[in-house]
Each structure stands twice: as structure tokens, then as C-alpha cells.
């Protein structure tokens, strides 16, 4: 490890290293600063009192030169929180925070009227966020595991609620969502520059891919003027785990579309899967109302997901 000559925390100028709330960033952020020699600690919303801007478990990373990412509320009080885990650094030792209701902090009030507790963590060791960092590449669900008594941090395989478990706290990470779109045209090209400028990442898929590639954490949006083009997509998108499927079209079009998927024996469970006409609200007569309607409509299934 490089060594950083230390600055006293008065001196830092406490900002962004880049502006994200995404685990997979956040993670990458702080693997980085640890292999890179830096001190860093990772900062944890494990309690919410009366509503918060932030899901629990929402993370900050902190490094010794006062640079962080993520955040625990909604901008309000991340400088404070990274000036406290800059002391935690500097002490070597774990420590808890709250900040708006019932927080010590009187003159910092969170504008959802509700309280936080925050958990940081000094990092000690690159090895266990290097394991959440690795899992989310290869999108698998991960957990990673704070034991407060002990200071230290342990990975867990797999799906895992996020919450208080045995006087350990348990935060649940699963892939970032992603979308296999199938098109041509102005249509697919908007959505595609749409979705993407969302952070979100799109693939041009075919048939096999879709069979190959499409898991629990891919959406599945089919963007064809011509059911003939689309269903043998469709077929294989029916069989994968996608937590999404959408088709263009309007109601008469999908009528058509219910009914020969009924005639080669899909159940109505399967055919209650496909989103149709495709899009959040409309109907959307140009292509950029059509892709901002498709996104969000994706996005409230992801949010409709969450634990």
C-alpha cells in the first residue's frame, strides 16, 4: 500500500468524489481508495426514525483526504457525516451518529421531519468489499455483513433482506437492473440514448441472447411494429426470469398478440407477464414521450421490487 501523508481534518476540503447513490459505485469508490493506500470508512443508514430521505442501508464511502461518495439523506448532512468519519479514521474506532430527530445536531433538521442512525465503519481491510465489488460485476446478490461488537465486516452470499438480524446489521445488494431491447428505428434509438443517460445499461439482443443473458434482474423491452418480428422474442423472453416484459402496440394489436400465444398453449400466467400496450402512461405519439414512458415504467417495476 502507498502511505498519504495525514492532513489535519480542519484543513480538508470535504467534497464529492462523484456525485452517485449506486452500491456497485460506491463499492467500487472505496476498493479503489483502500488498494490505493488510502484510510477510508464506510458509513451505513441503520436506523430511520419517522421517515427519511434514504432506504436503509443506504451507504457514504469516506477517505482519509476528505473525498466521499453516496448518500445517507438527501444532501443535507453528508459534509457532517464525512467530517465524523474522518474522526472515526483518525481514532481507528467504529462509531454511531444520528442527526435530525432526536440527534444531538440542533441545528441540522432533516426536511422529512424524521431521524437517522448512522453506523461508520473505519475499513481495515480491502478484502470484503472486494468480494461485494466482484459480485456485482458478475451480477450476482450479495449481503454484506457489519458486526457492530466486533468492528468487523463479512460477505454472504445470495439474496439477503437488509435490516437488523441478531444484533447484526445485514445490507442486501442485488445486480444493477438492465434492459435487452429489441428494435429498430427512432424509437429504439431514443430509448436507447434515454435510458442509458439514466446510467442504465442497454443491450441490443436477439433471440438467443435474450435466451442466454435475460436473469431475474433484466428487463425485457421489445420495440417492433410487426408481431411477426417480435413474437419469436417474445417466445423466449416468456421462458427466462426477466422481471419485465414489454411490447409496442396498441390494446387491438395485443389482443391479437393474447391471442395466438393462447392458440400455442401459453397459460394466462405467462401472458399476464407482457406489459401492453408498452409504457407507463399514453397513448405516446413520438418517439421521446414513448421512451420516457417505457422507462418509467420499467423503473416502477424495479421499485416495486424493492424489500
Same mark, same amino acid.
Do not use: H, M
Given at each position: 500500500m502507498t502511505s498519504h501523508q495525514a492532513v489535519p481534518i480542519d484543513e480538508l476540503d470535504l467534497q464529492p468524489a462523484i456525485l452517485t447513490d449506486?452500491?456497485? &459505485?460506491?463499492?467500487? !469508490? /472505496?476498493?479503489? +481508495?483502500i488498494l490505493g493506500g488510502r484510510r477510508c470508512a464506510l458509513v451505513t443508514l441503520v436506523e430511520i426514525v419517522d421517515g427519511a430521505a434514504r432506504a436503509l442501508g443506504a451507504h457514504m464511502a469516506v477517505r482519509d483526504d476528505?473525498?466521499?461518495?453516496? !448518500?445517507?439523506s438527501g444532501g443535507c448532512v453528508e459534509t457532517t457525516v464525512a467530517r465524523e468519519a474522518l474522526l472515526a479514521i483518525v481514532e481507528g +474506532? &467504529?462509531?454511531v451518529c444520528h442527526f435530525g430527530k432526536g440527534s444531538p445536531y440542533f441545528d441540522i433538521v432533516l426536511p422529512c421531519g424524521g431521524g437517522i442512525r448512522l453506523a461508520i465503519h473505519v475499513v481495515r481491510s480491502a478484502d470484503t468489499i472486494g468480494i461485494v465489488v466482484d459480485a456485482l460485476a458478475r451480477r450476482k446478490s450479495i449481503g454484506l455483513v457489519y458486526d457492530p461488537e466486533r468492528q468487523q465486516l463479512s460477505a454472504r452470499d445470495g439474496p439477503s433482506p437488509t435490516g437488523w438480524q441478531n444484533g447484526l446489521f445485514v445490507t442486501g445488494y442485488r445486480p444493477d437492473p438492465r434492459i435487452l431491447l429489441s428494435g429498430q428505428g427512432i424509437e +429504439?434509438?431514443? !430509448?436507447?440514448?434515454?435510458?442509458t443517460s439514466a446510467g442504465i445499461e442497454v443491450i441490443q439482443a436477439d433471440a438467443d441472447l435474450v435466451h442466454s443473458s435475460a436473469d431475474a434482474q433484466t428487463a425485457i423491452v421489445l420495440l417492433h411494429h410487426d408481431i411477426d418480428r417480435e413474437l419469436p422474442l417474445l417466445r423466449c423472453a416468456l421462458r427466462t426470469d426477466a422481471f419485465y416484459i414489454g411490447c409496442l402496440g396498441s390494446r387491438r394489436t395485443h389482443i391479437r398478440r393474447r391471442e395466438q /400465444?393462447?392458440?400455442e398453449r401459453y397459460s394466462p400466467e405467462q401472458l399476464d407477464r407482457i406489459n401492453?400496450?408498452?409504457?407507463l402512461f399514453g397513448p405516446a405519439r413520438d418517439a421521446r414521450s /414513448?421512451?420516457?414512458?417505457?422507462l418509467a415504467e420499467v423503473l416502477s417495476h424495479v421499485e416495486q421490487r424493492r424489500p
Open positions: 449506486r452500491p456497485a &459505485d460506491i463499492f467500487r !469508490f /472505496l476498493n479503489e +481508495a476528505g473525498r466521499y461518495c453516496g !448518500f445517507v +474506532a &467504529d462509531r +429504439a434509438r431514443t !430509448f436507447t440514448s434515454i435510458a /400465444l393462447r392458440r401492453a400496450p408498452i409504457g /414513448l421512451a420516457v414512458s417505457v
